[in-house]
């Protein structure tokens, strides 16, 4: 398993953006599928988006597409969350996961118990 631990979260105004990073140790990273996810107060975590390594497909939850981009860079084992207008309900904490397993169907990386590991989070909030 890859230890993840995140950073960049923080308070940002409606409108305005975001980087989350996540930095891994503890594995072979370039053959991790790396995901985002998130949780608000009162809620289950939700898929955000993810990047998958042997394909290089990436995948967003419909709620963040166009307005969030994942990326990630092998030499330095990190993957990033840059998020644009945002909105209240973007507020979270957000997460880092991955998984070695690679899927045919797209939508089993949108699954959270498809990843094996997990950061602590960070929390986003957007104020209106």
């Known amino acids: 398993q890859l230890q993840l631990v995140e950073s960049g979260g923080g308070l940002v105004q409606a409108g305005g953006s975001l980087r989350l990073s996540c930095v891994a140790s503890?594995?072979?990273?370039?053959?991790?599928?790396m995901g985002w996810f998130r949780q608000a107060p009162g809620k289950e975590r939700e898929f955000v988006a993810a990047n998958s390594w042997n394909t290089g497909s990436t995948y967003y939850a419909d709620s963040v597409k166009g307005r969030f981009t994942i990326s990630r860079d092998n030499a330095k084992n990190m993957v990033y969350l840059q998020m644009s207008s945002l909105k209240p309900e973007d507020t979270a904490v957000y997460y880092c996961a991955g998984t070695p397993r690679t899927y045919w169907a797209a939508r089993l990386y949108y699954r959270s118990e498809n990843y094996d590991s997990w950061g602590q989070g960070t929390q986003a909030t957007v104020s209106s």
């Open positions: 503890g594995g072979t990273f370039s053959r991790y599928t």
